[in-house]
């Protein structure tokens, strides 16, 4: 046994089969338990560990639902396919953006889907959800393709006329042309083998394409301070807790050479996370609710949070980053 198992008579009602893998980096088998969590973004049965692997650093959710099992702790109101559909204004092209919308998005730089200046070429998107930022993009030009675990959230995206692969990205098919891009906006995390996942998206790109991605950082102070009642952690549908080095590590083990990382202007993590200790101090309330689901209901007020998020990011301290990678040369690895 290479993790701290838990057993579960709830999980095994829910028919949830849990496995327990090795670093995926390919270290001896040392872990050390860093907290046990549940699942505080749906409350669905079952406590996980988070391990960290001795040799590297990389923390990871062990033993795991298996990739079979857990679509469990995908049910069809998980908070975070939420919002991503394209509104019937933004397809029929309506949605205008003022001159005032344009001067507030040159001022407020907030990280969080920030890419580099390229021409528009082809891009994937990794869990491209029911596919608004794909819409985004066709709209600049990009000629776009979408890879989804969900079904559901699939067909959305094909409706708009995507091509969509429903299923997980370690099993996608081999594309037939390759990308210039390929994106995923907090994908990495959830995914079983992100260094197989990984070698195959560096195996999709053109020379010279690049790669750009993001996800929680567990290297943060929100981390440190929040620990199991931190937002980002979302055990078990995050099986992975990186940091700007163990994520750096992966990638170039993935054929990947990082280029920069932003840490993103925002904290509606740190936000939720405060509802979730308020919820497990006080009971639940209106306000620890409202504290809960600001990542996705927070509007205009992260501008009001912009000048703190603005301070810790230039201290790696926010909870989320955006990484530029390109595929590394042969002769890099
Ligand atoms: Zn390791």
Redesign the pocket.
């Known amino acids: 046994m290479h993790g701290y198992k838990m057993v579960d008579d709830d999980l095994i009602v829910s028919g949830v089969q849990l496995e327990d893998k090795?670093?995926?980096?390919?270290?001896?088998d040392d872990d050390k338990l860093v907290l046990n969590a549940k699942d505080i973004i749906c409350n669905l049965p079952g406590e996980f560990s988070v391990v960290s692997?001795?040799?590297?650093?990389?923390l990871r959710t062990n033993p795991r639902p298996t990739p079979e099992t857990i679509g469990f702790y995908y049910p069809d109101d998980y908070g975070p396919y939420q919002g991503t559909k394209v509104s019937q204004k933004e397809l029929a092209g309506l949605k205008r953006v003022s001159w005032l919308r344009k001067f507030i998005r040159k001022l407020f730089k907030f990280n969080t889907n920030c890419l580099p200046k390229v021409n528009p070429g082809r891009m994937l998107e990794i869990g491209c959800a029911s596919g608004a930022f794909m819409h985004k993009m066709a709209n600049e030009g990009w000629d776009v393709e979408g890879i989804e675990f969900s079904e559901a959230a699939a067909e959305s995206a094909r409706q708009l006329g995507y091509n969509v692969f429903a299923g997980a990205v370690e099993c996608a098919p081999e594309p037939l042309v390759k990308y210039d891009l390929i994106v995923g906006w907090m994908v990495i995390e959830h995914l079983h083998d992100p260094i197989k996942a990984l070698k195959k998206m560096r195996s999709w790109v053109k020379p010279g394409g690049q790669l750009v991605i993001s996800v929680p950082n567990a290297g943060s102070i929100e981390f440190r301070v929040f620990k199991r009642n931190w937002y980002a952690l979302q055990v078990p549908n995050h099986l992975y807790h990186f940091d700007t080095e163990t994520l750096t590590e992966v990638l170039r083990k993935s054929g990947w050479r990082t280029q920069k990382i932003y840490h993103q202007r925002v904290l509606g993590n740190l936000v939720a996370s405060l509802g979730y200790v308020c919820n497990e101090k006080f009971g639940e309330s209106f306000f620890s609710n409202w504290l809960m689901r600001f990542p996705l209901a927070s509007g205009r007020l992260v501008y009001l949070m912009y000048p703190l998020a603005f301070i810790m990011s230039l201290f790696g301290q926010t909870g989320r980053m955006t990484i530029w990678a390109v595929g590394a040369d042969l002769d890099e690895k």
Do not use: K
């Open positions: 090795q670093c995926p980096n390919g270290c001896e692997c001795q040799s590297c650093g990389l």
